[in-house]
């Protein structure tokens, strides 16, 4: 990490975990044992625990996430949330793109770049996820996949909108599998995804771009993970539906 020139951020996915009871213990649980965090802290929670989120959190050091929004403003999108009434209700961060949203419900580059604009419009800080496939791995194609969903995901995303954005590289192949991509694999993707940001956007402008791990990091992998100049964070699953474990990874973006 390069905290000098960019923000270190930890941001728990919880994914559909936790009732509303739930979220409030876990929440009440996390508060004290991350007010010292030297990162920035964010839980992205199912939507039904939003306005919990958002209340319990008030007067802390934690920024409140949603899971996924729509990229229209209103209309008859059965089932779906607008970037607006996320941010009604006082929440800064959505991740968009992850790959289960991808994976289950049809997300695609185009939908993601679309959502991501209605986000940035509407003031929320989009976490964009871009990763590959085990088999797009063993073909040696890495970075022609995270090159082309970089390009298609921010296509008309200027340099001062992308600067209120955070990618996440999350290898499909290590998404609650257990699997991790070594700490080595995890800079290298990332230090070539700031290349691409580069290459689009300059080198000024790259640099200053958060870059989280989001491949099962966890308490025991954090420290090596976030020791890589390029990983500037992570966003986590499971590590993140318990406090102790969660306040492990932060701990170890502040030391780092």
Not at 123 to 144: A, H, N, S, Y
Not at 157 to 164: F, G, H, I, R
Request: net charge negative.
């Amino acid at each position: 990490m390069k905290k000098d020139i960019r923000r270190a951020i930890i941001a728990g996915n919880w994914k559909m975990n936790k009732t509303r009871p739930e979220a409030k213990e876990l929440i009440e649980a996390m508060k004290p044992l991350v007010k010292d965090a030297g990162c920035e802290v964010v839980i992205c929670v199912p939507y039904t625990n939003l306005e919990t989120a958002v209340e319990l959190t008030k007067g802390t050091n934690i920024r409140v996430g949603a899971e996924n929004c729509h990229f229209a403003k209103s209309g008859a999108y059965t089932g779906e949330i607008s970037a607006d009434m996320l941010t009604e209700i006082g929440v800064e961060y959505v991740v968009l793109g992850h790959s289960e949203r991808r994976q289950y419900f049809g997300e695609t580059d185009e939908t993601v770049n679309k959502r991501t604009k209605a986000a940035l419009e509407a003031g929320l800080k989009p976490i964009v996820c871009v990763g590959e496939l085990l088999w797009e791995r063993e073909c040696g194609i890495t970075e022609e996949v995270i090159a082309r969903q970089i390009k298609l995901d921010f296509f008309g995303v200027t340099a001062d909108e992308l600067k209120n954005c955070v990618i996440a590289y999350e290898p499909v192949w290590a998404i609650g599998t257990g699997k991790t991509a070594t700490a080595d694999q995890a800079e290298e993707v990332c230090g070539f995804i700031r290349g691409v940001l580069s290459k689009l956007y300059g080198k000024d402008v790259a640099d200053t771009i958060t870059i989280q791990y989001g491949g099962s990091m966890n308490a025991g992998n954090a420290s090596e993970l976030l020791s890589k100049e390029n990983v500037d964070g992570g966003l986590i699953g499971g590590a993140s539906l318990k406090a102790n474990d969660f306040a492990i990874i932060v701990d170890a973006a502040t030391k780092g």
